[in-house]
């Protein structure tokens, strides 16, 4: 039997995901340190061009798009999804008077859906969760001597999904996800005496691996307003859900070449290996609405809530609050039927976007402001195939610089190429 080359590009984007899923350090964020570290949110990105528009979003546009972020809308997608991205990001880090730059650049995700009757489908797809990444020092004096402590982190947490989307009736749809939240969380602490030759340095390497089953239940409302618009209402939740996780942490002194900065260990003084524990995720509740013109723009927003005060990593919260956000978005379509005029076949997003995060540090709460935007650009198709490439770009800053904090300043670039077919229709002439 000779696989279709179309299912054989989608197994090699899966391969090619699981084996750089976890080998990627995607952030640099002194902020990343705290919880299991950057919440990323389950959005492509023709979404989070919208300013990550989606609880209330069915389907928009001429094309079939996978609403990871709410599993009822999978209800509305009537041809094979296939959307594989990728992502770079720009970061300027400022404290007082020093700043640093930095760049990085990852595979971002891969997902697939299949309708399965009229009113039903199903996804699964692999996304990033959050990210970890940090590196700081502080000098101190020990006797007469100088004393270098640095701190770092890399790492993060991936989601695989398997979804369902089902409509009920006329107006109601319902969906869930099941996903499996896994990844190592990595952290280093060293004490460096500042090039003293024949001194120890001494430094514990802590690996924590996470991995549990989590589940999130959506809600969608569709109600045609006229014959050519559409409401849609949407929820969805998730239950506060347990962990496993499992512990490694390396003590060892060593000596280091610091013309190479090679370091050399000299000895082991403790390794404790897989001491197991448990990490809480809290609840979570998001609501959406939009309204759309079928075919030619949408609009909407969103509000999001999560209780981190419930968030516990072996019984410790470590001082997470509660946290919301909002989203107001939307995307134009100026002639959807406009072969002859290409520039009138792009979609337009737009959107802004607020997250007051679980960290309040020196009596500031960090939150993250960013405004968005994006394009789709239509290609050419083929006989029952739709391609088009989305691109997001978000301009945002995070933190402060009051009480001594660090303020963060990015631009994100996603980038997604989506492609709707009948992979699995038969036909009587080829």
Same mark, same amino acid.
């Given at each position: 039997?000779?696989?279709?080359?179309?299912?054989?590009?989608?197994? @090699?984007?899966?391969?090619?995901?699981?084996?750089?899923? %976890?080998?990627?350090?995607?952030?640099?964020? *002194?902020?990343?340190?705290?919880?299991?570290?950057?919440?990323?949110? @389950?959005? =492509? *990105?023709?979404?989070?061009?919208?300013?990550?528009?989606?609880?209330?979003?069915?389907?928009?546009?001429?094309?079939?798009?996978?609403?990871?972020? $709410? *599993?009822?809308?999978? @209800?509305?997608?009537?041809?094979?999804?296939?959307?594989?991205?990728? @992502?770079?990001d720009f970061q300027n880090l400022s404290k007082g008077s020093l700043s640093e730059k930095s760049f990085n650049s990852a595979l971002s995700h891969f997902t697939f859906a299949v309708p399965i009757t009229k009113k039903s489908a199903f996804s699964f797809g692999l996304l990033p969760f959050s990210n970890l990444g940090y590196q700081s020092q502080n000098v101190i004096s020990v006797d007469t001597f100088k004393v270098s402590q640095i701190y770092s982190g890399e790492g993060g947490l991936s989601k695989a999904y398997l979804g369902y989307g089902i409509g009920i009736g006329k107006h109601l749809n319902v969906g869930v996800n099941m996903s499996y939240i896994f990844g190592d969380l990595k952290e280093t602490r060293a004490a460096e005496y500042q090039k003293y030759a024949g001194f120890l340095n001494s430094k514990s390497q802590n690996d924590l691996s996470i991995g549990g089953l989590n589940f999130d239940f959506g809600v969608?409302?569709?109600?045609? =307003?006229?014959?050519?618009?559409?409401?849609?209402?949407?929820?969805?939740?998730?239950?506060?859900?347990?962990?496993?996780t499992s512990n490694k942490t390396l003590f060892t002194r060593y000596q280091k070449d610091y013309k190479t900065n090679t370091e050399f260990r000299t000895d082991t003084i403790a390794f404790v290996d897989g001491a197991k524990g448990k990490l809480v995720m809290p609840t979570n509740h998001n609501f959406g609405f939009s309204i759309e013109k079928i075919n030619k723009w949408v609009v909407g927003a969103d509000l999001r809530l999560a209780k981190w005060s419930?968030?516990?990593?072996?019984?410790?919260?470590? %001082?997470?609050? %509660?946290?919301?956000?909002?989203?107001?978005?939307?995307?134009?379509?100026?002639?959807?039927?406009?072969?002859?005029?290409?520039?009138?076949l792009i979609d337009y997003r737009?959107?802004? $976007?607020?997250?007051?995060?679980? =960290?309040?540090?020196? $009596?500031?709460?960090?939150?993250?402001?960013?405004?968005?935007?994006?394009?789709?650009? *239509?290609?050419?198709?083929?006989?029952?195939?739709?391609?088009?490439? $989305? =691109?997001s770009t978000e301009f945002g800053k995070k933190g402060t610089l009051d009480n001594n904090l660090v303020k963060e300043k990015f631009i994100n670039i996603k980038l997604g190429f989506t492609i709707n077919d009948r992979w699995f229709q038969k036909y009587k002439y080829d």
């Open positions: 039997m000779i696989l279709n080359k179309k299912y054989i590009l989608a197994l @090699s984007f899966i391969v090619m995901f699981a084996i750089n899923v %976890n080998a990627q350090s995607t952030t640099n964020s *002194p902020y990343s340190k705290f919880g299991v570290g950057n919440i990323k949110g @389950s959005y =492509l *990105p023709q979404f989070r061009a919208m300013g990550n528009l989606a609880y209330g979003i069915s389907s928009f546009g001429g094309y079939q798009n996978i609403n990871v972020s $709410n *599993p009822a809308s999978y @209800s509305q997608i009537r041809l094979t999804a296939f959307d594989v991205g990728a @992502s770079a969608q409302y569709i109600k045609l =307003l006229n014959d050519d618009t559409r409401l849609t209402v949407g929820y969805t939740g998730g239950a506060k859900t347990s962990f496993n419930q968030y516990s990593l072996n019984g410790t919260n470590g %001082n997470l609050n %509660n946290t919301w956000g909002f989203s107001v978005g939307g995307q134009i379509t100026p002639n959807i039927k406009a072969v002859t005029n290409y520039i009138k737009f959107g802004i $976007n607020y997250d007051k995060t679980y =960290l309040n540090i020196n $009596n500031k709460d960090i939150d993250v402001k960013s405004i968005n935007f994006g394009f789709g650009f *239509p290609l050419i198709s083929a006989r029952t195939a739709f391609y088009k490439i $989305n =691109l």
